[in-house]
């Protein structure tokens, strides 16, 4: 229940409230009088804080008054009912301590910007405003006004020009009215709220006078054309829109105006959901195997006695299968559910199959949705009306009011982590807590390869495990296949002699093929052949990757683009070569090479937009396109029944990058990406070119042996005390100057060494020590597995990071923790 206040003329009213700003902690304002029946926990408020207005959420109200300082009053209540509930503000207190971050950090993830005002903001004048004024008072009228002929006003503009102080209401009516937008919100286009539909007269829907209008038409056979097509769309349709209607017809808008002029159509502007419409329920249309109703009735048993379980599924058993099964049995219990994916691009393949089982009652959402829509989203989740949600990370911060079960899908992907900005949660792990905020809410976690974490909790009895060990119709696993690059000329290593071979074969069946490499761009770097020079951004110590379709060298660091380099600044040549390949290079020699064959690429710099992953992925669906290059995009999930052959190109990248969980991650990669082979009739390859032919871990991915490479992997975890037997957090500390940041990493080194409980690797340079003209350094802190611990530690970094900045030659200095990182 949300916190309400009923008080007298004598009693003291305070709030605590949440505003998106890094803040040390919440503070507190008074409440006037007359706002006293308003405010509510969960509610926005307007409040001045430094001489800035800002839309904060009241966390908690309280009748104590504060010591030592006289809080300011609230300015206005912006909202009747609270915009989240009180678990929500419970997630959000959970999330500030365990990733030590601060409320606001999360609530200016949480919240759609639309929600968030402050006198910094900037009023956008929206074009596609219909400048209809019958329901706009003098304040509003005057604001649209000035909007319409500046085209944009500052908060603080809005202000002067109606000499009031309080002008929070009146914008967010001209939002909701979309009079404008905010300006930190407009991302790319935003779409129409409203949709002009035509309507035959009412005198004309006696079908005797309709009869005699068409049979005595006077008028124009353009109009005639038009009236006819609007009939059969009437009657096709049911309801015409006024842009389908000219399309179809291919009328203009002054012969639809003449039919208006004359009585017999009439337009009706609508408001419309910017959400895409679903398609019909259809409901369930498989059966499930043997194996899939074992799986499917072991997690059920397994819920009743523990709130989080484990599905380990082989690639392509059909673990999705199961999901709509347990999603469907929430909708029937009245509950919602929230199905997490890693990627946006795994999103736009698995609505189309949910959609074809729930209709309406499912939703997308995630961050390519432009502001408005996320209000949308936002409002409906709220208020229970959407029962399904199927989103990436930033799905699990919607105000659900009535969990019932959080599925992760793809559990052990890296990108459930938040990098950057704060908070810096795992989405995975925040679920869990999340759930249990819920009564009878359960998580089930999905991998075909999971964390060494979640099996290590499975092993020892804290989750439930469920066990899918084979593939949907018993197709068999795909066939590794371990090419030695050593044993390969230099000039074939990209596409090996024996992988054309393949290939070849692949395209002759009429097949599809997938070429995986994990690196984007054309080459990674370029070498001076005479002094060995590396071109180098000039804001991060890395090197230039060249792109040759926009024939520039990028940093993918900082995006900073630079022309190609034709002299060597060092010595005067003009020989370079590029060293290593990435995707665009592996997209032209393919193209090259297999000239008959279409081919396409799937990485951050090919797809682009909202709809850019849903796109190719159909194309690819529809065999439109032969050979797929891309990176981890085409690892995750993607179910391809024409695939068979998959090449990993340089597997060697992967086994020899420097970090604890190489292993792992080259293991989860490799096992993934030939999950994509052979998923329907059980015939696919998978090709993998590597030098270091001996690793440990390829001969795990060989015989599609998890649980051989756990033990494998568990035993050099707790060697070297890493995770799952201890906790990590990780200070970056980072500065113009490289010898301060080097000075507060060894302030904070020193104070925390007198903690005897911890390990602490560093300070230390990090591999690229340079991002953004900011150095950094690096403290890598390992704590017992034990709470108090945890807790203490947490205590004494926040406690030194106050420090440190309270000292001026520290104050320039970014102090950031990262609990478990990744």
Same mark, same amino acid.
């Given at each position: 229940?949300?916190?309400?206040?009923?008080?007298?003329?004598?009693?003291? +009213?305070?709030?605590?409230?949440?505003?998106?700003?890094?803040?040390?902690?919440?503070?507190?304002?008074?409440?006037?009088?007359?706002?006293?029946?308003?405010?509510?926990?969960?509610?926005?408020?307007?409040?001045?804080?430094?001489?800035?207005?800002?839309?904060?959420?009241?966390?908690?109200?309280?009748?104590?008054?504060?010591?030592?300082?006289?809080?300011?009053?609230?300015?206005?209540?912006?909202?009747?009912?609270?915009?989240? *509930?009180?678990?929500?503000?419970?997630?959000?207190?959970?999330?500030?301590? *365990?990733?030590?971050?601060?409320?606001?950090?999360?609530?200016?993830?949480?919240?759609?910007?639309?929600?968030?005002?402050?006198?910094?903001?900037?009023?956008?004048?929206?074009?596609?405003?219909?400048?209809?004024?019958?329901?706009? /008072?003098?304040?509003?009228?005057? %604001?649209?006004?000035?909007?319409?002929?500046?085209?944009?006003?500052?908060?603080?503009?809005?202000?002067?020009?109606?000499?009031?102080?309080?002008?929070?209401?009146?914008?967010?009516?001209?939002?909701?009215?979309?009079?404008?937008?905010?300006?930190?919100?407009?991302?790319?286009?935003?779409?129409?709220?409203?949709?002009?539909?035509? +309507?035959? #007269?009412?005198?004309?829907?006696?079908?005797?006078?309709?009869?005699?209008?068409?049979?005595?038409?006077?008028?124009?056979?353009?109009?005639?054309?038009?009236?006819?097509?609007?009939?059969?769309? =009437?009657?096709?349709?049911?309801? %015409?829109?006024?842009?389908?209607?000219?399309?179809?017809?291919?009328?203009?808008?002054?012969?639809?105006?003449?039919?208006?002029?004359? /009585?017999?159509?009439?337009?009706?502007?609508?408001?419309?959901?910017?959400?895409?419409?679903?398609?019909?329920?259809?409901?369930?249309? $498989?059966?499930?195997?043997?194996?899939?109703?074992?799986?499917?009735?072991?997690?059920?048993?397994?819920?009743?006695?523990?709130?989080?379980?484990?599905?380990?599924?082989?690639?392509?058993?059909?673990?999705?299968?199961?999901?709509?099964?347990?999603? =469907?049995?929430?909708?029937?219990?009245?509950?919602?559910?929230?199905?997490?994916?890693?990627?946006?691009?795994?999103?736009?393949?698995?609505?189309?199959?949910?959609?074809?089982?729930?209709?309406?009652?499912?939703?997308?959402?995630?961050?390519?949705?432009?502001? /408005?829509?996320?209000?949308?989203?936002?409002?409906?989740?709220?208020?229970?009306?959407?029962?399904?949600?199927?989103?990436?990370?930033?799905?699990?911060?919607?105000?659900?009011?009535?969990?019932?079960?959080?599925?992760?899908?793809?559990?052990?992907?890296?990108?459930?982590?938040?990098?950057?900005?704060?908070?810096?949660? #795992?989405?995975?792990?925040?679920?869990?807590?999340?759930?249990?905020?819920?009564?009878?809410?359960?998580?089930?976690?999905?991998?075909?390869?999971?964390?060494?974490?979640? $099996? $290590?909790?499975?092993?020892?009895?804290? *989750?439930?495990?469920?066990?899918?060990?084979?593939?949907?119709?018993?197709?068999?696993?795909?066939?590794?296949?371990?090419?030695?690059?050593?044993?390969?000329?230099?000039?074939?290593?990209?596409?090996?002699?024996?992988?054309?071979?393949?290939?070849?074969?692949?395209?002759?069946?009429?097949?599809?093929?997938?070429?995986?490499?994990?690196?984007?761009?054309?080459?990674?770097?370029?070498?001076?052949?005479?002094?060995?020079?590396?071109?180098?951004?000039?804001?991060?110590?890395?090197? +230039?990757?060249?792109?040759?379709?926009?024939?520039?060298?990028?940093?993918?660091?900082?995006?900073?683009?630079?022309?190609?380099?034709?002299?060597?600044?060092?010595?005067?040549?003009?020989?370079?070569?590029?060293?290593?390949?990435?995707?665009?290079?592996?997209?032209?020699?393919?193209?090259?090479?297999?000239?008959?064959?279409?081919?396409?690429?799937?990485?951050?710099?090919? %797809?682009?937009?909202?709809?850019?992953?849903?796109?190719?992925?159909?194309?690819?669906?529809?065999?439109?396109?032969?050979?797929?290059?891309?990176?981890?995009?085409?690892?995750?999930?993607?179910?391809?029944?024409?695939? /068979? +052959?998959?090449?990993?190109?340089?597997?060697?990248?992967?086994?020899?990058?420097?970090?604890?969980? %190489?292993?792992?991650?080259?293991?989860?990669?490799?096992?993934?990406?030939?999950?994509?082979?052979?998923?329907?009739?059980?015939?696919?390859?998978?090709?993998?070119?590597?030098?270091?032919?001996?690793?440990?871990?390829?001969?795990?991915?060989?015989?599609?042996?998890?649980?051989?490479?756990?033990?494998?992997?568990?035993? #050099?975890?707790?060697? $070297?005390?890493?995770?799952?037997?201890?906790?990590?957090?990780?200070?970056?500390?980072?500065?113009?100057?490289?010898?301060?940041?080097?000075?507060?990493?060894?302030?904070?080194?020193?104070?925390?060494?007198?903690?005897?409980?911890?390990?602490?690797?560093?300070?230390?340079?990090?591999?690229?020590?340079?991002?953004?003209?900011?150095?950094?350094?690096?403290?890598?802190?390992?704590?017992?597995?034990?709470?108090?611990?945890?807790?203490?530690?947490?205590?004494?970094?926040?406690?030194?990071?106050?420090?440190?900045?309270?000292?001026?030659?520290?104050?320039?200095?970014?102090?950031?923790?990262?609990?478990?990182?990744?």
């Amino acid at each position: 229940m949300n916190e309400s206040a009923n008080t007298g003329k004598d009693n003291l +009213l305070f709030a605590e409230i949440i505003i998106p700003l890094f803040l040390p902690q919440n503070y507190t304002w008074s409440v006037p009088e007359k706002f006293a029946d308003n405010v509510k926990t969960g509610v926005r408020v307007e409040v001045m804080l430094r001489n800035k207005k800002y839309s904060g959420i009241i966390k908690r109200l309280f009748h104590e008054p504060p010591e030592g300082f006289q809080p300011k009053p609230i300015l206005n209540v912006l909202d009747d009912e609270p915009l989240i *509930y009180d678990k929500q503000l419970k997630l959000w207190q959970w999330m500030s301590q *365990y990733y030590l971050c601060t409320e606001g950090d999360v609530m200016q993830a949480a919240v759609p910007s639309n929600f968030k005002l402050s006198s910094e903001s900037v009023l956008i004048w929206n074009d596609s405003f219909v400048e209809d004024y019958t329901h706009f /008072n003098e304040e509003e009228y005057i %604001v649209t006004e000035a909007l319409h002929i500046r085209k944009e006003l500052r908060l603080s503009e809005v202000q002067n020009l109606l000499d009031a102080s309080h002008v929070y209401p009146i914008i967010k009516r001209l939002i909701d009215k979309q009079v404008c937008f905010i300006w930190e919100e407009l991302i790319q286009k935003y779409s129409h709220k409203t949709e002009t539909y035509i +309507l035959l #007269n009412e005198e004309y829907k006696d079908e005797s006078l309709l009869e005699n209008l068409l049979n005595d038409w006077k008028g124009a056979p353009k109009q005639m054309e038009l009236l006819l097509a609007f009939l059969h769309l =009437e009657k096709t349709e049911g309801e %015409v829109k006024q842009k389908e209607l000219l399309q179809k017809s291919g009328a203009t808008q002054a012969q639809l105006k003449s039919l208006i002029n004359k /009585n017999i159509l009439s337009a009706e502007k609508r408001s419309v959901t910017r959400l895409q419409q679903t398609g019909k329920e259809e409901g369930s249309v $498989f059966v499930l195997s043997d194996a899939q109703q074992k799986a499917l009735d072991e997690i059920n048993l397994s819920f009743k006695e523990k709130d989080v379980c484990l599905l380990h599924g082989v690639t392509a058993s059909g673990k999705t299968q199961l999901y709509i099964k347990l999603l =469907e049995d929430q909708i029937l219990s009245g509950k919602q559910a929230l199905y997490m994916l890693p990627e946006i691009a795994l999103t736009a393949q698995i609505i189309r199959r949910l959609q074809k089982h729930f209709g309406s009652k499912i939703i997308v959402y995630h961050s390519k949705f432009n502001p /408005n829509e996320r209000v949308e989203i936002w409002n409906k989740i709220k208020n229970d009306e959407v029962k399904i949600v199927l989103g990436a990370r930033s799905s699990l911060l919607l105000p659900f009011s009535n969990l019932g079960l959080i599925i992760v899908d793809e559990e052990h992907d890296g990108s459930y982590k938040q990098q950057e900005p704060s908070p810096r949660y #795992n989405a995975r792990d925040t679920a869990v807590y999340y759930s249990s905020l819920f009564p009878d809410a359960k998580v089930l976690l999905g991998s075909a390869t999971p964390s060494v974490e979640t $099996f $290590f909790n499975c092993k020892n009895d804290k *989750y439930g495990l469920v066990t899918l060990s084979e593939r949907y119709a018993n197709a068999a696993m795909p066939e590794i296949i371990l090419e030695n690059l050593a044993a390969v000329p230099k000039e074939s290593r990209i596409i090996s002699p024996v992988l054309y071979q393949m290939m070849q074969q692949s395209l002759s069946d009429n097949k599809q093929i997938i070429l995986f490499q994990n690196r984007r761009g054309y080459a990674p770097y370029q070498v001076c052949k005479v002094c060995g020079w590396i071109p180098q951004c000039k804001n991060c110590a890395v090197s +230039l990757t060249y792109h040759k379709a926009k024939n520039k060298l990028s940093c993918h660091y900082c995006g900073t683009e630079y022309p190609v380099v034709n002299t060597c600044i060092a010595c005067g040549s003009h020989d370079f070569i590029q060293k290593k390949f990435g995707t665009e290079q592996i997209e032209e020699i393919v193209s090259e090479t297999f000239s008959s064959a279409k081919s396409a690429r799937m990485d951050y710099d090919s %797809v682009k937009g909202k709809h850019g992953h849903e796109t190719l992925i159909k194309i690819f669906e529809q065999q439109k396109i032969n050979i797929l290059i891309g990176t981890q995009m085409v690892v995750k999930g993607l179910d391809f029944e024409h695939v /068979n +052959l998959v090449g990993i190109l340089d597997a060697d990248g992967l086994l020899h990058f420097p970090d604890f969980r %190489v292993n792992e991650r080259s293991f989860q990669l490799m096992e993934q990406v030939s999950g994509r082979a052979g998923r329907m009739d059980g015939k696919g390859k998978v090709l993998i070119q590597v030098s270091d032919i001996h690793h440990p871990v390829l001969q795990f991915v060989q015989a599609h042996d998890y649980a051989a490479f756990y033990n494998y992997e568990i035993q #050099n975890r707790k060697q $070297f005390h890493y995770p799952p037997y201890s906790r990590l957090i990780k200070i970056t500390i980072k500065h113009k100057q490289n010898h301060i940041a080097e000075e507060a990493a060894n302030i904070m080194n020193t104070a925390l060494r007198k903690n005897k409980q911890i390990e602490i690797a560093g300070p230390a340079q990090p591999v690229i020590d340079r991002i953004r003209n900011m150095y950094l350094w690096e403290l890598l802190i390992k704590i017992p597995k034990d709470s108090i611990a945890l807790q203490l530690c947490k205590q004494q970094i926040l406690q030194q990071i106050t420090i440190i900045q309270s000292n001026k030659r520290y104050a320039g200095a970014m102090i950031l923790p990262d609990v478990d990182p990744l």
